[in-house]
């Protein structure tokens, strides 16, 4: 199994740009999860997804957008970009079973100038 | 109220030591408290985990232990290595299932030889 796979690993965008993050994993998991990771900041969560054509918004969804068409992808549209979407954004994925433990990418890291 | 707040912030110890990472929470509807350890260039993995019904849980060198009535919890290891070096996150959960994670802000543990 491959796990979470994340692509790509950097990305430089100029302000307004547009792009998408891509996420997809391999374990049957029907939760996914995008958070951004700052420094001394912690994680925070971006928006959720409990499965297939069911998302939610997390604790930093402003300026991203996301979909779930599929089990196994969950990408992460940012829309107009701005210098405080600089970040690292992990996906993961879990079960859908009390208290499963998530399993993370290896993230992207976003740059916006 | 969602708030998980964690110190210290960065940690020497040397080999052989006891590393300690302190978390703090305010909301009482938090159920479930993992710790996540990150290395760099990595996403983070789970470490170990605690529900507020015990006051402490071990797992080889790691430790958490609990207190309920001061909304605290940490995490202790052991006979620390080098190899223990990385980021420490604690995280909490209200959500039932523990799936959506509110993450503290991180220690750098560096554990020299």
């Known amino acids: 199994n491959a796990g979470v796979t994340q692509t790509p690993k950097f990305r430089i965008l100029k302000i307004g740009q547009s792009m998408t993050l891509q996420c997809t994993q391999d374990?049957?998991?029907?939760?996914m999860y995008w958070y951004r990771q700052d420094p001394g900041m912690g994680l925070k969560l971006i928006y959720y997804?409990?499965?297939?054509?069911?998302?939610d918004k997390g604790e930093v969804p402003n300026g991203y957008n996301v979909s779930r068409s599929t089990t196994e992808d969950f990408p992460l549209r940012l829309e107009l970009a701005a210098p405080s979407q600089t970040s690292v954004y992990f996906c993961?994925?879990?079960?859908?079973?009390?208290?499963?433990?998530?399993?993370f990418g290896n993230g992207t890291r976003l740059t916006v100038t | 109220q969602q708030q998980v707040k964690q110190s210290p912030q960065s940690l020497i110890v040397q080999k052989g030591g006891i590393s300690i990472i302190n978390c703090a929470y305010e909301?009482?509807?938090?159920?479930?408290f993992p710790w996540y350890q990150q290395f760099p260039g990595k996403g983070p993995a789970l470490l170990i985990a605690i529900r507020p019904d015990v006051s402490e849980k071990k797992e080889g060198r790691f430790t958490i232990s609990f207190n309920k009535s001061a909304k605290q919890f940490s995490l202790h290891i052991m006979d620390s290595q080098p190899g223990d070096s990385a980021t420490y996150f604690c995280?909490?959960?209200?959500?039932?299932?523990?799936?959506?994670?509110?993450f503290g802000e991180g220690t750098q543990l560096t554990v020299n030889p």
């Open positions: 374990m049957n998991h029907n939760y």
């Open positions: 909301n009482t509807a938090f159920d479930y």
């Open positions: 995280a909490a959960s209200m959500d039932e299932g523990g799936s959506r994670l509110t």
């Open positions: 993961a994925s879990s079960y859908s079973i009390p208290w499963a433990p998530l399993h």
């Open positions: 997804s409990v499965g297939a054509g069911i998302t």
